[in-house]
């Protein structure tokens, strides 16, 4: 049987692996949280931690807060990068507030949770050998009718529809 990236059989395997993980207690990574609001979207966002301790197999919760400051609904939506790069595969969100759009009314605050863990499996590679911190990095955008956000990983070019030629 094979899982294709995204899907449920990806998702069932994480919580799979989580039943069966075991902590590396010797290594202990500091995980650090970085939020940005493209210019277009007013909101503040932030996280409200700035940084926690975990060790490879065990599972954390870590908070994002955003506001809406306006006096209309805002449509948000995020993408996230970790750094570094080569630390990504090893880092799994089993619960996360991105690519799914956010719409927060006028003066609205919300706590949006990421629930993550670092895979065992990250303390066996050699080039992760001298990484003891990974940053985690949000950016909210104005989610705009028709736009797709870029996916993390692929290069493709925006697609512009004739209608944003003019």
């Not at 395997?13 to 902590?23: E, G, K, L, R, T």
């Not at 949770?113 to 499996?121: M, T």
Request: aromatic letters at 12%; glycine letters at 6%.
């Amino acid at each position: 049987e094979t899982t294709g990236l995204g899907g449920s059989a990806v998702a069932g395997h994480a919580s799979d692996q989580i039943a069966n993980m075991v902590p590396v207690k010797d290594r202990i990574i500091k995980v650090t949280f970085n939020a940005d609001v493209h210019a277009s979207l007013q909101w503040n966002f932030r996280p409200q931690q700035t940084e926690i301790y975990v060790v490879p197999g065990e599972t954390a919760l870590a908070f994002y807060k955003a506001k809406n400051p306006t006096d209309k609904p805002v449509i948000g939506i995020s993408t996230y990068n970790v750094v570094p790069f080569e630390a990504g595969q090893y880092f799994n969100k089993i619960q996360c507030f991105c690519f799914e759009e956010q719409r927060l009314n006028p003066q609205e605050e919300v706590d949006m949770p990421v629930f993550f863990y670092i895979d065992p499996e990250f303390a066996e590679d050699p080039r992760m050998v001298n990484v003891d911190l990974i940053t985690l990095s949000y950016t909210f955008f104005e989610a705009k009718e028709g736009y797709k956000l870029p996916v993390p990983g692929y290069n493709g070019s925006q697609q512009l529809s004739p209608a944003s030629n003019l």
